[in-house]
């Protein structure tokens, strides 16, 4: 998973606008809790995707407890999402078939 959480996070952006720890915990639901980010790793991501121009932040109001920073995908994030997604169905492709080259376990 090393080297995805960039394009795992503006996936989840793409849906809609999130704060950090909803986005880890969108993560981690949807595999069931079997794969979890580390807090760490996600702000380092959020912080690169911001420098990058990918995503924006911006405060939410504080009408359900505490300030949150909430995140939302530019239109240059949407478009380096949909273009690792297109790499990586084909890298998937590449792996899968260089794992089953003999079509059966050994």
Known sequence: MRGHTETIVLG???R???YGFEIFK?????????YEIKEATLYASYRRLLKDGLVEAYWGDETQG???KYYR????GRAVYRGNVR??????GI??????LGGQPS
Do not use: F, N
């Open 12 to 14: 989840v952006l793409s």
């Open 16 to 18: 809609g606008d999130s």
């Open 26 to 34: 969108t993560i981690r639901d949807a595999t069931g809790g079997a």
């Open 66 to 68: 505490g300030r949150r």
């Open 73 to 76: 995908i530019t239109d240059a």
């Open 87 to 92: 790499t990586w169905i084909v890298t998937r």
């Open 95 to 100: 792996i899968d078939s260089l794992l089953d």
